[in-house]
């Protein structure tokens, strides 16, 4: 019996692995717009080889003229080398248009560009709304400490998130100081914010109306709440011994009210987004064009070249520079590569959702990744890589470039339809359903079978929840 124990073993084997180089460049291909920027900012700052811009235009020199004391070998794949950067460098320049600087705004403009920037508000969140109420209140100078940790625990739909032993240890032993400053905070603007649950924070609103305990809405919602959630409005009205007439309007009353007050305030920063793509109609043709002013200019520095020509150089400083021109040159070719990618796949996207972009969102069509991968000759993860974080303006609006990638369904006549033309048709068919007899997920199926859409019932039912309609027998009316 051979002995256990810990044992080196060689063997071969292939192991797939991404150098440094690469995984850079996937990074760049799928970061949004704004990151690449910063990307590029931060490349400048550690790579002194980059440039974003030169005072003065000045052609590479003649690599032949220069200088190398290691060698022919070595000078020799440094004109190589040279030839590569100065190509480069130019199409580079070329393509930021370093020839013609940009000329420098005028003091209007730019007081005129800082009047904008500044001028641009910021949402109020709700818990600077309930603070703003909360100094100007009648509330002890002593009870404001615990409303502002009150506050600070209210969610962002108005909801008191704090458990009952919460509250208690905030009160430091104070009995009843912690159910008063929850009175203040539920006194505030809006509606129902501070309650614990949707039970108290409909019941608020019921009272801040001026529907007291004695009022049929306020009962219904008070003891009978899940049968109204089902509409159960005949179970409802056998309970509380009234007419299904009473019912109706007091549910009617109670769906006016709010279920999320704090909804309408800003929970996060601003999002900023810039277009990485514009298609605009040029005469009768739509074009696309690449949106890269917000992109830094950047270039090889001509420094390089004194330091690899001097003699008196070291061998370890030339071959650190020599390191910084290769990741330089990789950098720059990334980020061509990548503005490259997204533009075939962007004009892929034009020529396969023409339609959209004469008509709008109703005529959008299916399209697949793999489609487009094929016909741009990449693999489709890289397809998904690029359109990730990536917007295009059109004449409808901003949108994500993954919004035109969407599955679709075979009709009966071979053609496709996307899936949100599938959901529109459901929606369609149950806005027009009856309403004391609303249609069942097989009856939608049915319906739809005729208009040349096959679907399956379970089919039917997840299109159905992903509009968030209820089942038919939650939407008959009582």
């Known amino acids: 019996m051979p002995s256990q124990g810990l044992q080196q073993v060689q ?125 100007e209140s009648d509330a002890p100078e002593a009870l404001h400490p615990l409303c502002e940790t009150l506050i600070g625990n209210v969610d962002g739909q108005g909801y008191l998130v704090a458990t009952p032993e919460d509250m208690a240890e905030w ?20 509606i129902g914010v501070g309650a614990r649950d949707l039970r108290e924070c409909l019941l608020l609103q019921l009272e801040r109306l001026g529907h007291k305990a004695e009022s049929l809405a306020y009962q219904v919602v008070s003891s009978h709440l899940d049968l109204l959630a089902a509409k159960k409005h005949a179970d409802i009205a056998v309970e509380l011994k009234r007419s299904l007439e009473e019912i109706h309007r007091a549910a009617a009353l109670i769906s006016t009210l709010d279920p999320q007050p704090g909804s309408r305030f800003s929970q996060d920063d601003n999002r900023y987004i810039t277009a990485d793509l514009v298609i605009q109609k040029v005469g009768e043709d739509w074009v696309v064009f690449s949106n890269d002013d917000w992109l ?10 004194d330091i690899l020509g001097q003699s008196s150089q070291g061998n370890e400083a030339k071959s650190y520079v020599r390191e910084r021109l290769r990741a330089a040159k990789f950098f720059i070719k990334s980020i061509e590569q990548r503005k490259q990618t997204v533009l075939k796949i962007a004009r892929e996207i034009l020529q396969s959702q023409m339609d959209f972009f004469s008509f709008g969102s109703a005529h959008l069509k299916p399209l697949t990744m793999t489609e487009v991968a094929q016909k741009i000759g990449v693999h489709e993860t890289t397809v998904s890589r690029a359109i990730a974080n990536k917007y295009m303006q059109t004449p ?61 019932r379970r089919t039917v039912a997840k299109y159905r929840e992903e509009l968030k309609i209820l089942p038919s027998h939650l939407r008959k009316a009582k």
């Open 296 to 305: 830094p200019s950047v270039r090889i520095n001509n420094t390089y070249k």
């Open 171 to 190: 009160s430091g032993g104070k009995p009843g100081s912690a159910d008063e400053a929850l009175r203040v905070i539920q006194s505030f603007d809006p």
């Open 396 to 456: 409808h609006g901003l949108f994500e470039l993954k919004y035109f990638f969407t599955p679709g369904i075979r009709l009966a006549d071979g053609n496709m339809m996307t899936v949100d033309g599938v959901q529109n048709a459901i929606s369609e068919l149950i806005l027009g359903e009856p309403g004391n007899k609303p249609l069942t997920d097989q009856d939608i199926m049915a319906a739809l079978s005729l208009k040349g859409i096959p679907l399956a």
């Open 11 to 135: 063997k071969l084997g292939l192991q797939q692995s991404l150098s440094p180089q690469m995984q850079q460049s996937l990074h760049i291909l799928q970061i949004p717009a704004l990151e690449l920027s910063a990307l590029i900012r931060q490349e400048l700052t550690t790579n002194p080889v980059l440039e974003e811009e030169a005072s003065e235009e000045t052609a590479i020199e003649d690599p032949d003229e220069m200088e190398d004391s290691d060698g022919d070998g070595k000078q020799d794949e440094l004109d190589k080398e040279f030839k590569e950067l100065a190509q480069l460098d130019q199409e580079w320049r070329d393509y930021f248009n370093q020839s013609s600087a940009p000329a420098r705004p005028s003091a209007e403009q730019e007081n005129q560009r800082r009047t904008f920037f500044e001028s641009i508000a910021k949402p109020e969140t709700l818990q600077e709304h309930l603070i703003t109420q909360l100094h």
